[in-house]
């Protein structure tokens, strides 16, 4: 092997490490860039042709649009400025006393409310609340960041913020942990209904015997119009309409199922990669993704991009251009031909690696910014070959 060639590889492998912490970088950040958005909407659209949607009867989802009461409403400085609509609290507290008192109770509870203001029911609707083991009620982060508490005290809390794009607005990507030690609503729900426990690690979360990605791509197993759809079985109940019926019908209709409280038609919409959906069914999707292991980073995924990068890296690195030295002689010697070809070539290679790893482990590679990293490379490392062997050339004649 010759000592091009050695340095060639050692330099490659520098670089594969760069890469690969580049690559965690980009799966840390909130956001996704344009050429992810196109990338994952398009093969979120070939899954989705073939999604397998969950069982209707797992689920019970209780809507919450149509029932709301007024209460003052203050300025900054305390002064009545007239009155807001609130979720209904007393038929809240009336639901949550006709579960407390069944033989046989739901899975779980969540309430995808955020009981911010304080009301007259409250105390009666924390003391039935409370009395619900499987029960969990979201927060929401304060302008600064930090957790801001409900009037209902003494419960089980989860983060049901979404992480929404600075760059192109909508709920995209999901997150698992907020700020290293907040977990996110769905998550919770996961541990608790599975008996496994989390724990971040850096940019990835372990969730019991498995590794998946702290911010991910959510699989959209329920759609916003399954839920409008009668056939489909995902319809939300109205809240008062259900409390019309016997609490003997209502706890049969309850039992043993996942129930979900929220808004899901009018003021909690989301942009997605599809349509605007709900708040509830976002956070349903979030829920189903972490128990279906959707997003797995393994051994095999590691072993995939490494031998990527490394690929890539030695094709850049190495003095000989193969790439463009084949264009070339196929070709012919065009005036922009290198620069073109070697970008399209890193480009396209990542795109094809990048659809592969979704199919396999629900991971996309942020590519256009991969490819523009590994081009800068192989120029640098081109105009270094140059100087170095102009500098042999003058000291030989010297």
Known sequence: ?????????????????????LTTWFWSLPWMAGDEKLMIWATSAIRLMNRDRPESQEFALINVSYDQMLIDKFDAYGFPVGKQAIT?????????????????????????????????????????????????????????????????????????????????????????????????????????LNNYQSEKRGPFVKIGNWITLNYFIMNYRLLQKDIMNMEVGFNPVNLGELLILPDEDIAAFL????????????????????????????????????????????????????????????????PEDMIENYIRRKYGKIKWVGNVTSFMSYL??????????????????????LSIYIFIIEKLSTFLYKKAGRNDKSRQQG
């Open 348 to 369: 396209i290679i990542l795109v094809v690696v990048s659809i592969f790893t979704y199919f396999l482990f629900n991971i996309h590679l942020n590519v256009f910014f």
């Open 88 to 192: 209904d609290r007393q038929k809240l507290t009336r639901f949550m006393k006709i579960i407390n008192q069944a033989e046989r109770k739901p899975k779980y509870v969540f309430f995808d409310l955020y009981f911010e203001k304080p009301t007259a029911y409250d105390s009666a609707l924390n003391a039935e609340i409370k009395q619900q083991q499987n029960l969990i009620v979201s927060i929401h982060l304060d302008e600064n960041g930090n957790p801001r508490l409900p009037v209902i005290t003494d419960v089980k809390m989860g983060l049901s913020d979404y992480v929404i794009g600075n760059i192109f607005e909508g709920v995209y990507k999901f997150q698992l942990y907020f700020s290293d030690t907040l977990k996110l609503t769905p998550l919770i729900i996961s541990e608790d």
């Open 1 to 21: 092997m010759t000592t091009g060639k050695k340095v060639s590889l050692l330099l490659a492998l520098a670089n594969t490490v760069i890469l690969f912490f």
């Open 255 to 318: 039992e043993n199922k996942i129930v979900v409280i929220g808004d899901y038609f009018e003021y909690d919409m989301h942009e997605t990669l599809f349509e605007i959906t709900s708040g509830p069914v976002v956070l349903i999707n979030a829920y189903l993704t972490i128990v279906n292991r959707d997003t797995v980073v393994n051994f095999f995924f590691i072993l995939i991009i490494t031998m990527l990068y490394f690929g890539l890296s030695y094709i850049a690195i190495y």
